[in-house]
Antibody, heavy 116, light 113 residues
């Protein structure tokens, strides 16, 4: 069964850091573009970061560039999002997504709350 | 960045009746490789998003055939031929032609009258 499971969310103070993980099963992350997408409470979907299937390129939304880092561990089949210098506006559910032309799968999401 | 504009933002529908959602992009979504990377996602209440349609008109595996996508250039449509109760949720279009960034529409909330 193909599954993505995010973890690592929680409550953090402004300026703090968190590392999100996306563990996969039945699915090889090196075969797909992997993405982080977030959704602030009551709002729509916002793309955050992506890594190409071959790992050659990483892309970031302007709102997180220089603060967030996407990475992956092929041996663990896990995707990561290191989030530094967190701000109140980063509060959201963070989803990981694996996507190709004919395949798309999302995790259940992990909540990140940035608050003092 | 490409701006995606959906309409309507709220769509009350009667069970068994058709529904249609429009998505317009601020520039053509035809890629230099000839493909058009316009996709549709469904998010049911309390659930993660799920892709329904990729590259304008291709249904993802397991998606009922009452869902269809069409369009070209800057103008795209998602149609539900006969709305069922399980179709309630928010629908998003997303472009991947002019990436980064990948950009989503604001979302259209489908509810039963």
């Amino acid at each position: 069964q193909v599954q993505l499971v995010e973890s690592g969310g929680g409550v953090v103070q402004p300026g703090g850091s968190l590392r999100l993980s996306c563990a996969t099963s039945g699915f090889t992350i090196s075969g797909y573009g992997m993405h982080w997408v977030r959704q602030a409470p009551g709002k729509g979907l916002e793309w955050v970061a992506s890594i190409r299937s071959d790992g050659s390129n990483k892309y970031y939304a302007d709102s997180v560039k220089g603060r967030f880092t996407i990475s992956r561990d092929i041996s663990k089949n896990t995707l990561y999002l290191q989030m530094n210098s967190l701000r109140a506006e980063d509060t959201a559910v963070y989803y990981c997504e694996g996507r190709s032309d004919a395949f798309d799968i999302w995790g259940q999401g992990t909540m990140v709350t940035v608050s003092s | 960045d490409v701006v995606m504009t959906q309409s309507p933002l709220s769509l009350p529908v009667t069970l068994g009746q058709p529904a249609s959602i429009s998505c317009r992009s601020s520039q053509s979504l035809v890629h230099s490789d000839g493909n058009t990377y316009l996709h549709w996602f469904q998010q049911r209440p309390g659930q993660s998003p799920r892709r329904l349609i990729y590259k304008v008109s291709n249904r993802d595996s397991g998606v009922p055939d009452r869902f269809s996508g069409s369009g070209s250039g800057t103008d795209f449509t998602l149609k539900i031929s006969r709305v069922e109760a399980e179709d309630v949720g928010v629908y998003y279009c997303m472009q991947g032609t002019h990436r980064p960034p990948w950009t989503f529409g604001q979302g259209t909330k489908v509810e039963i009258k």
